[in-house]
């Protein structure tokens, strides 16, 4: 593959700001290598005590393997055990998964107005009541999360399936789209990341559904 920009930022900062090459006293280095990784956690890089340049942004290949990338290609992961039974999930690049309540007025914004948007910008738009299988529903929707490009929550009333079924979005890296009507149903934990605050009404729906294309657009450019 060709080297992406982070792989450049890595190995110029590598050759010229390895405080290694060129500080002996240990409490010095410590404060350039501080002061290094403060700006290049901002491009998902660290500076480590050898001075090699990490590329700190993980991504997940498997449903229990997390992988981390670095420019001297040494490869370093991280192992976990699910308590889902799916290991071998194959991903899906043009598959959004939306987790929100199970009412009317959600049925409705879903049916007309957000699967619509996502097909048009080119996904497969799946809710879990759109999965029908002898599998556990909490199983499908594990197996759905890791196979999708993209998940889509609405945290409206902060229902708690809804931020569980996010929370495992967020374990194995997949980028999730927060939607809501209330900023108040926004936890503290949550409230780092960004979100699309919608009324529901016809107005606000679309609005919705152009911020929702849009950050499905970015994520595709981001592919």
Known sequence: DKPDGQYHIAKIVQAFCDPTQWIDKESVRKQVMNALNAGLVYVNLQLNKDGKIVISQRRVTHADKEETRDVTTEPREMTVAPVFRARDIKSEQDLCFVLMPFRAPFNRLYKEKIKPTVEACGFKCLRADDLFSPTPILEDIWIHICKSKVIIADVT??????????????????????????????????????YFLYSDDANGWDTLCNNIASALRSTISGS
């Open 157 to 194: 009333g902060r229902n708690p399936n809804v931020f569980y079924e996010m929370g495992i979005a967020h374990t194995v890296g997949r980028p999730v789209v927060i939607i809501t009507q209330d900023k108040a149903d926004i936890p503290f934990d949550v409230a780092q990341f960004r």
